[in-house]
C-alpha cells in the first residue's frame, strides 16, 4: 500500500523550507564569536584612523627633530670665537707708539716743528755773533742724526713685530678654519682685519720716520746754505781797520 501525499501538502512543505533556513542564509557580513562582534567596514576605517594618527606623529616628530637641528645650528652660530688676538695686536701698536714719541730733537708735534724752524732753521741773523751761529749749526746736525737714529729705531721696532704678527696671523687662519658658526667665523675674520690694520700701523710709522730723517736732512742744508751766505756777508764786509792814537810806554814815570 502505498502513502500517497497530497499535493497541496506536498508544495506547502517545500515553501516553508526556506522560511525556516533564510535566518542563517541572510545573516550579515559579520559574526558574533563569544560576544565579540566583528565588523570589517568598522575595522578597516579604524585602521585608517589609526594609520593616519601614526602619521601625523612621525610628521610632528620630524619637525621637532628639524627644529632641534636648527636651535643647534643658531647656537654655534651664536657661539663666540675662544680667541682672541687684540691684546697682542694692541701691544704691537703701543711698542711703535712708543718708539715715535721717543722722537729726539724735533718731536712729531706741529708747534715743534714751526717753532723749530722759526729759530734754528729759520734765516740766518744778521746780528747773531759768530758763536751763536755755530751753535745753531751744530743743533741743527744733531737733529739730523737723530732723526736718523729714530727712524732706525722705528724700522727694528717694525721689524720685531713681524714675527709676532705671523704667530697671530697663522692662530687666526686656524681659529677660522675650524669656526663651528658664522659667528666665530666672522670674529676670526674681523680679527685678521685688525691684524691688517697694526701692520698698515706699522707701515705707516716706517714711512713717518724716514720722512721725517730726510726732512731734517733736507732742513739742515738749507739752513747750512743760508748761514754760509751770511757768513760770506760778513767776511767780505770792510770792517773799520786800524786806527792809530796815542799809547804811552810809561804812564807811570814823570816823562
Same mark, same amino acid.
Given at each position: 500500500m502505498k502513502l500517497r501525499v497530497p499535493r497541496a501538502?506536498?508544495?506547502?512543505?517545500?515553501?516553508?523550507?526556506?522560511?525556516?533556513?533564510?535566518?542563517? !542564509?541572510?545573516?550579515?557580513?559579520?559574526? @558574533?564569536? /563569544?560576544?565579540?562582534?566583528?565588523?570589517? #567596514? %568598522?575595522?578597516? &576605517?579604524?585602521?585608517l584612523s589609526a594609520t593616519r594618527a601614526l602619521q601625523q606623529v612621525n610628521n610632528q616628530i620630524t619637525s621637532l627633530q628639524n627644529e632641534a637641528q636648527s636651535l643647534i645650528n643658531q647656537a654655534r652660530n651664536l657661539t663666540s670665537l675662544p680667541y682672541s688676538s687684540l691684546q697682542q695686536l694692541q701691544r704691537s701698536v703701543q711698542r711703535t707708539q712708543q718708539l715715535l714719541q721717543q722722537a729726539q730733537g724735533i718731536a712729531y708735534n706741529v708747534q715743534n716743528i714751526d717753532q723749530a724752524f722759526r729759530t734754528t732753521?729759520?734765516?740766518?741773523?744778521?746780528?747773531?755773533?759768530?758763536?751763536?751761529?755755530?751753535?745753531?749749526?751744530?743743533?741743527?746736525?744733531?737733529?739730523?742724526?737723530?732723526? !736718523?737714529?729714530?727712524?732706525?729705531?722705528? @724700522?727694528? /721696532?717694525?721689524?720685531?713685530?713681524?714675527? #709676532? %704678527?705671523?704667530? &697671530?696671523?697663522?692662530?687666526?687662519?686656524?681659529?677660522?678654519?675650524g669656526a663651528t658658526g658664522a659667528l666665530q667665523a666672522s670674529q676670526a675674520g674681523n680679527q685678521l682685519l685688525a691684524l691688517q690694520a697694526q701692520q698698515l700701523a706699522d707701515l705707516t710709522a716706517v714711512v713717518s720716520a724716514n720722512g721725517r730723517a730726510q726732512a731734517l736732512a733736507e732742513a739742515e742744508r738749507s739752513a747750512a746754505a743760508e748761514q754760509g751766505r751770511e757768513q760770506r756777508r760778513r767776511f767780505l764786509t770792510p770792517s773799520g781797520g786800524y786806527q792809530p792814537g796815542n799809547v804811552r810806554m810809561f804812564p807811570n814815570s814823570g816823562n
Open positions: 501538502a506536498l508544495a506547502a512543505a517545500l515553501l516553508a523550507i526556506p522560511v525556516s533556513i533564510s535566518p542563517m !542564509l541572510m545573516a550579515p557580513a559579520h559574526a @558574533q564569536f /563569544g560576544g565579540i562582534v566583528y565588523d570589517p #567596514t %568598522n575595522y578597516a &576605517q579604524n585602521l732753521y729759520g734765516s740766518a741773523s744778521m746780528t747773531a755773533s759768530d758763536q751763536q751761529l755755530i751753535a745753531q749749526a751744530k743743533e741743527r746736525w744733531n737733529n739730523t742724526v737723530s732723526g !736718523l737714529q729714530d727712524a732706525m729705531r722705528v @724700522q727694528a /721696532g717694525v721689524v720685531g713685530n713681524i714675527d #709676532t %704678527n705671523r704667530s &697671530q696671523m697663522s692662530a687666526l687662519i686656524g681659529q677660522s678654519q
